[in-house]
C-alpha cells in the first residue's frame, strides 16, 4: 500500500498544472476623471466644463456593469459610451441621471454578452461634449485584464491585431505613477514593445519592452512613471511585428444568468382603487394584505392574509384589456382568513404576457394586483 501512493504522488507531481481558472470578478476597475484634467499620455479634445466629485465604473467578466457618479451636474443626464481603440467606432451603454446633489448609478446585468470584449474606453457625455472618461490619478488606480487584441469585436472587430495567445493577463495604471504588467501563459520567449495609447488612438507612448520566459510568463514594473499629480486615461498595448498582440480591457468570460421578467405585485381591494378611475364590479370582502409572484418557470403564487375566512376564492389573470382571462386555480381560506395558492406551470414556456391578476369571490373581482401609496 505504500509503494502504490508513493507511485500515485510520483504520477501527480509529473502532471502539468491545470490552468488557473479566471474568476467572475472585475475585468476592469477605473475612477472616472475630467476629460478636461487629463494630461498624460495626451490632453483630450471635445470636453465638457461639468464637475466631478467622483466617479468609478466597473465591468465583470460575467458582463455586469456598475457605474456611479457624485459631484456631478445635478438633475442631469449622461450617455455612457464605449470606444473603440482608434476612437473610429462608439457603442452608447446606458444612460445615467443624477438627483439634485448630482450623484447616481447605473447597474446593467448583463450589460455585456458572452465572448464579447473591448478595450478601457469609457466615456460620460452630455451636451454634445464628452464630459468623463474612465482614467486614472494620485487617488484612485485603473485596473484591467489583458487581453489579446484579435479578441476585441465591441464596438466594432479591432484590426491591426497580430495573432498571439494568452491565457490571461493584468494591467495596472496605479496612484504613484507605477504602471505593472503581466503576462501568463503567452508565447514563449517573446519579446513585445509595450506602450500606453491615448483615448482615440496614438501617438503611442513608449513605457519599455517585455519578455516572455521559457513558460510564456512575463512581468513588467515601472516606478514614478508618470508624473505626480497627473490625470491620465488610455490604454496599455502589448507590439510586436508592427501589431497589437494584447490590450487592457475586458472579456466576457462567464455567462450570467438570463434576467428574466417578473410579474411580483401585491394586492389590492378592488373596491378601493381610486387610480386612474375606479373599478366596476367590485365585492367588498376585507383584505389585510396580499401578494402575487409570476415566476420565470410559469408557476404563480398567491398569498392572501385577513381575507373572509373558510371561503374559496377563484385566481384569474385578466389581459391587459380585459377582455380575455385564463383561470389560475382556487385557493380556501382558513379560519384566520389566509390562504395560498402554488399553481406550478400555469403558462407555457415562451409565454410573454401583460395583464392583472384578479382574486373573485361570488361572482365578484375582491381583490387586484396593485400598490398603495402611504406616504
Known amino acids: 500500500m505504500k509503494r502504490m501512493l508513493v507511485v500515485l504522488i510520483a504520477l501527480a507531481t509529473m502532471l502539468p498544472a491545470a490552468a488557473p481558472a479566471r474568476a467572475a470578478g472585475p475585468a ?3 475612477p472616472l476623471v475630467r476629460c478636461g484634467a487629463v494630461e498624460y499620455p495626451a490632453p483630450l479634445t471635445g470636453c465638457g466644463t461639468d464637475p466631478l466629485g467622483r ?65 478601457v474606453a469609457f466615456s460620460l457625455n452630455r451636451n454634445g461634449s464628452v464630459q468623463f472618461v474612465a482614467g486614472f490619478d494620485d487617488e484612485e488606480e485603473l485596473k484591467a485584464d489583458l487581453i489579446p487584441c484579435g479578441a476585441v469585436n465591441l464596438p ?19 496612484r504613484r505613477g507605477e504602471v505593472k504588467v503581466d503576462v501568463v501563459a503567452g508565447p514563449p520567449l517573446t519579446t513585445y514593445d509595450v506602450v500606453i495609447r491615448p ?52 472579456q466576457i468570460t462567464h455567462k450570467q444568468a438570463p434576467q428574466v421578467a417578473k410579474l411580483n405585485s401585491g394586492l389590492v381591494r378592488c373596491g378601493e ?35 373572509v375566512p373558510l371561503m374559496e376564492y377563484e385566481v384569474v389573470f385578466v389581459s391587459f384589456d380585459a377582455t380575455e382571462e385564463v383561470s389560475i386555480g382556487t385557493l380556501i381560506t382558513n379560519p384566520a382568513g389566509t390562504g395560498h395558492l402554488h399553481a406550478r406551470d400555469a403558462f407555457p414556456v415562451d409565454t410573454r404576457a401583460t395583464g392583472n391578476v384578479v382574486i373573485r369571490r361570488a361572482g365578484l373581482d375582491q381583490y387586484v394586483t396593485g400598490f398603495i401609496v402611504v406616504r
Request: glycine fraction near 14%.
Open 55 to 119: 466617479g468609478e465604473i466597473e465591468v465583470k467578466r460575467n458582463g455586469k456593469l456598475e457605474l456611479e457618479v457624485s459631484g456631478a451636474a445635478p438633475n442631469a443626464a449622461y450617455d455612457l459610451v464605449l470606444h473603440s481603440l482608434d476612437g473610429a467606432s462608439q457603442l452608447a451603454v446606458a444612460v445615467l441621471t443624477t438627483d439634485a446633489t448630482g450623484a447616481g448609478e447605473v447597474e446593467l446585468k448583463p450589460a455585456f454578452e458572452l465572448n464579447q470584449a473591448g478595450v
Open 156 to 174: 466594432a472587430v479591432q484590426t491591426g491585431c497580430g495573432s498571439d495567445t494568452l491565457s490571461k493577463g493584468l494591467v495596472k495604471l496605479e
Open 28 to 30: 476592469v476597475e477605473a
Open 199 to 250: 483615448l482615440g488612438g496614438g501617438p503611442d507612448v513608449a513605457l519599455d519592452t517585455l519578455t516572455t520566459d521559457a513558460a510564456g510568463h512575463g512581468r513588467l514594473r515601472l516606478d514614478d512613471f508618470v508624473p505626480q499629480g497627473t490625470v491620465g486615461a488610455g490604454n496599455v498595448v502589448l507590439r510586436r511585428e508592427s501589431l497589437d498582440q494584447f490590450v487592457s480591457g475586458f
Open 273 to 307: 382603487v381610486n387610480t386612474l378611475a375606479p373599478l366596476a364590479g367590485c365585492g367588498i370582502d376585507q383584505l389585510k394584505k396580499g401578494h402575487v409572484l409570476i415566476v420565470e418557470t410559469g408557476d404563480v403564487k398567491v398569498q392572501l392574509q385577513g381575507a
